[in-house]
């Protein structure tokens, strides 16, 4: 509705003043009607005429459209839109059909990122949900969407646990799959971390090992390294699979490793230069900070590693017009300087590339700390949600349905880069705004629906009653709600949007017959849209519809 209202304004604008301009239409207060707009305070410059002339103008020429029934000026020259009763109607037909703005582009989305050897934190859960979730965005609105995962599966984390690993072993292979079994991977990161900061040995053999991952010239490191990496891949996919999330194509810091090191070292002295045995990009230059891409010792950084999957990403999908990473923001100074460097190497790559960051996650009962161990894993998370559902829910036979609900939406609902802290007990409440709640909402609408043995479309009345306009005027939003949601990749308005339009429908239905009254069939009609809308707005969030809980 809104979108259309746009065109109109701006077909007009262009008729009357030659002019190409964006309206900017929004939502306004229920007493000056349903739409509002800004335009003629745009033009006024341009045109060099009083605001309040320039509304009267466009009001006179777009009065006779069918679309409205009511078109008022406010001062300094804000123009309101009042849709007229049975456009409103007719636009609940269309409340499901969505734009398909990126029907011709092929869009890369990174997300998840664990890395083997070490636990799979919230962070990781919070990734991959926002990145899951934007790719089905994505799309919806018609893109050829490639969800995409890196691990580093090398790297002095990957040294420090299989130290552990060979010390605790002895360095004797017997028995390996039982102590990979008894200790999680969590606690020999986090020795091997303890141990390379405190022990000047430890440090050293660290060290070595890493080189023998490098250069895979160590059968006992090659063993415990194949395992441990083969025993994390099958604990991420398994939590991946219990939250929903999959990937089209893993990458690897294996793999990007030499081409990131090659391409830093192609780019000497043009992008990167020498410094004390290390190869670094002085990003003072760009504003940013200086950062280290090979080390002295000869390996490449994370820096050179982003700048080889790059590469890989570039040849595996050579068309992709738009290239999104997912990270926590503790990495947004990281990426500045890495698309700063990438941007002297390939300014079209570059360009293309956009890192969304989001911020720091957290329980009720504390924080978290891969270095000392300390962590509350993504696969505690999950199963303590698991355990809480089975609770709550005990005789319920969509559990796990209502786990989704339940994990996704927490993460879902809150702004994208806003620090979160994830309450359990709240995740599952069947009150407020949770996912269990819209999922009861959408139950209740099934209900309901469920007690008309037919639904009449050919109803006689084409005038709303106040309750029925402010439910249905809610409804019509859904389309433009979506569409803003995707193009500023803002996955919680539309979670907002599905909140208050459950509550928008629950005060309906608290006021208002519908089964066996006069305006039966149409009110039917209105609940049916709106359980459409409301089971596809969850089924973009990747939330199953329960017809009953």
């Known amino acids: 509705m809104k979108s259309d209202i746009e065109k109109v304004v701006q077909t007009v604008c262009e008729s009357l003043y030659g002019v190409s ?38 009001i006179h020429e777009i009065e006779d459209n069918n679309i409205f029934s009511k078109l008022d000026v406010l001062k300094p020259g804000f123009i309101n839109f009042t849709v007229k009763d049975v456009m409103l109607i007719e636009s609940l037909k269309l409340t499901n059909d969505l734009q398909k703005f990126n029907s011709s582009k092929q869009i890369l989305i ?32 018609g893109a050829d969407v490639k969800r995409l995962c890196y691990q580093g599966d090398v790297g002095l984390h990957v040294a420090k646990a299989i130290y552990v690993v060979g010390e605790y072993m002895k360095w004797n292979l017997d028995g390996l799959e039982e102590a990979y079994a008894s200790h999680s991977l969590g606690y020999f990161y986090a020795s091997g971390e303890k141990a390379y900061n405190e022990n000047e040995t430890a440090k050293t053999k660290i060290q070595g090992i890493n080189q023998n991952i490098y250069k895979k010239d160590n059968d006992i490191v090659n063993k415990i390294y194949d395992l441990g990496k083969k025993i994390s891949y099958e604990r991420f996919d ?49 504003g ?18 982003e700048l080889g999957l790059t590469v890989l990403k570039h040849g595996d999908f050579p068309k992709a017009d738009i290239s999104i990473i997912i990270t926590a ?11 700063a460097a990438l941007a002297k190497i390939d300014p079209k790559l570059a360009q293309k590339t956009i890192h969304l960051s989001h911020g720091f996650l957290s329980l009720t009962s504390g924080k978290m700390s891969s270095r000392t161990g300390k962590v509350f894993t993504g696969a505690d998370l999950v199963s303590q949600v698991h355990q809480m559902v ?48 819209l999922q009861y909402a959408h139950a209740r609408a099934c209900s309901i629906l469920a ?8 109803f006689g009345d084409k005038t709303l009653q106040s309750d029925e306009r402010d439910l249905v005027v809610k ?75």
């Open 288 to 305: 940013l900070h200086t950062r280290v891409f090979i080390n002295s010792r000869g390996f490449t950084t994370y820096d050179a590693k």
């Open 451 to 458: 007690k008309a043995k037919n639904i009449d479309t050919k």
């Open 21 to 58: 301009i964006s309206s900017s239409i929004v939502r306004t207060e229920k007493k000056f009607g349903d739409f509002s707009s800004n335009i003629a305070m745009q033009l006024t410059k341009q045109l060099k005429r009083p605001p309040m002339d320039i509304a009267k103008e466009i």
């Open 238 to 286: 398994k939590t991946f699979d219990d939250i929903g999330v999959y990937f089209d194509k893993k990458y690897f810091e294996s793999e990007s490793s030499k081409i990131g090191e090659k391409l830093v070292r192609d780019n000497i002295p043009k992008v990167f230069e020498k410094s004390d045995g290390a190869v670094i990009y002085r990003g003072e230059k760009d």
């Open 390 to 437: 089975d609770l709550k829910y005990k005789d319920s036979k969509v559990k796990k349905e209502i786990f989704l609900a339940a994990l996704r939406y927490t993460f879902l609902r809150q702004r994208i880069g806003i620090d979160i802290v994830f309450d359990v007990e709240q995740s599952i409440a069947l009150e407020g705004n949770s996912g269990p709640y």
């Open 329 to 339: 923001a503790e990495q947004d100074e990281y990426f500045k300087v890495v698309l």
């Open 110 to 141: 990174e997300y998840g990122d664990p890395n083997p050897f070490k636990e799979m934190h919230l962070g990781h859960i919070y990734t991959a949900i926002i990145g899951d979730t934007l790719a089905s965005l994505l799309e919806s609105s």
């Open 475 to 549: 409804i019509c939003d859904f389309p433009d709600v979506i569409l803003e949601a995707t193009k500023l990749y803002l996955p919680h308005q539309i979670c907002t949007y599905l909140f208050e339009l459950a509550k928008e429908f629950n005060s309906f239905y608290e006021k208002n017959r519908v089964i066996d009254d006069p305006r039966m069939n149409l009110r039917l009609a209105i609940a049916r849209s709106y359980k459409d809308v409301l089971e596809e707005g969850l089924r973009l969030l990747h939330i199953p519809s329960p017809e009953s809980m």
